[in-house]
């Protein structure tokens, strides 16, 4: 079952049949997917990702994920995309107090309040309005003490040239 997409699609208060014809597929096909019976095509998966509004390597992440968790598993970095309304559309490794699957869809703003996250979101948004590469340390106060990242966000682009998100590469340098 991916949960993930059943509970986007629920936030969104859309139905399976409102996503199926936004993605120009058959419901029932729909359903399959959403429960993880059937793996959707990329074109198809792109079409669902469009409409529900994340990243469509979302569906293949658990057969992509097994050479990115070889080499990052102990490694303190955080990785993310973002859309242009800064809402989380893909999330790998984060730190405890956050589960990837849960800040699908969300903003920084609606998982935490702080002077980190408020630092992040207006990196995140310098990035997406001036088209540029930034990095920062950002400082997070979270359940076990504060975590200091070094953060480097960049632009995400389309084939197009425009600027549809960005995505976060972020290293947690507090014990360097």
């Not at 409102?18 to 792109?46: C, D, H, L, M």
């Not at 990115?68 to 102990?74: D, F, Q, R, S, Y």
């Not at 200091?148 to 972020?170: C, D, M, Q, R, W």
Request: proline share 5%.
């Amino acid at each position: 079952m991916r949960h993930w997409l059943k509970q986007l699609r629920k936030d969104q208060g859309l139905t399976q049949g409102q996503v199926a014809a936004n993605a120009f597929i058959n419901r029932a096909y729909y359903t399959q997917i959403e429960k993880g019976v059937r793996n959707p095509s990329f074109e198809v998966a792109r079409a669902i990702a469009e409409t529900l509004g994340f990243n469509p390597s979302r569906f293949f992440m658990d057969e992509l994920a097994i050479p990115i968790e070889v080499a990052l598993k102990n490694a303190p970095i955080v990785i993310a995309h973002c859309d242009t309304d800064l809402r989380y559309t893909w999330m790998y490794n984060p730190h405890p107090d956050f589960d990837p699957k849960d800040v699908i869809g969300k903003r920084d703003d609606e998982l935490d309040n702080n002077q980190g996250v408020i630092e992040l979101m207006e990196l995140k948004q310098a990035v997406i309005d001036e088209g540029i590469t930034v990095r920062k340390n950002i400082s997070f106060p979270l359940t076990d003490g504060v975590h200091i990242y070094n953060v480097f966000g960049e632009p995400l682009i389309n084939e197009e040239g425009k600027i549809y998100g960005a995505v976060t590469a972020s290293m947690d340098v507090t014990r360097i």
